[in-house]
């Protein structure tokens, strides 16, 4: 799943200086970094610091103002990358009217994907006890999780999934996880959005946005020990702190 292929070891999201306007106001001020190939990054930061916005532009679905967004060697939004990405947004993308595997079916067949695709990411999404239930009778982690496994079929190189472990217990959060682990030691590469920084010690790498800025780009273990403290979230106020203008 998701092997490099003719890519060579290029990143599988490349973006320098995405500058996005809404309105008259800026919310992403000329943002650069790279993610690599078959890694789980955690793009994290409070609510209303442009995650969300970041993720549309990865996926080709936000208009930018100004730099530049390339996806697995293509400009984002790019017509090849159909299959080549999936997209988990915040409130589920599957039609309530339809049953689990009603859904499934029928997005399988827009990507084209294997018909043994259907069976495949019900299991991994652990949804064989509601895949004939109607996805509006669901509970919202369930929704969440038809969701994710509409994204996972014809297994895309990129996942972007916005705040998938919202409203989740703690099981719930962890099985998840663990799935996302194993997507990427796969070779699928993942971006996950979170603003519950107990969730960044399971990423490899962490992306740090506050207000539109990028405010740190480094690993779980980086983080700690730049800023000498022992939990993400006391690391985050730290770096908040430290920025230019704000007092010690």
Known sequence: MGSVGHYGHS?????AELRVRRGRAEVLHGLTFDVPRASLVG???????GKTTLMRAIVG??????????????PAGSAILRDRVGYVTQSASVYDDLTVRQNLRYFRAILGAAASDVDRVIEQTGLGGEAGRLVGSLSGGQRGRASLAAALLGSPQLLVLDEPTVGLDPVLRADLWGLFRALAEDGTT??????VMDEANRCDRLLLLREG????????QALLTETGESDADAAFL???????????
């Open 190 to 195: 993942l971006i996950v959005s979170s603003h």
């Open 11 to 15: 990143p599988a999201v490349a973006i």
């Open 43 to 49: 793009l994290l930061g409070p609510s209303g610091s």
């Open 213 to 220: 800025s990028l405010l740190a780009d480094l690993t779980p």
């Open 238 to 248: 730290t770096l908040i702190r430290r920025e230019p203008g704000r007092a010690s």
């Open 61 to 74: 679905v936000q208009r930018v103002d100004g730099g530049s967004v390339t996806v697995l060697g293509e």
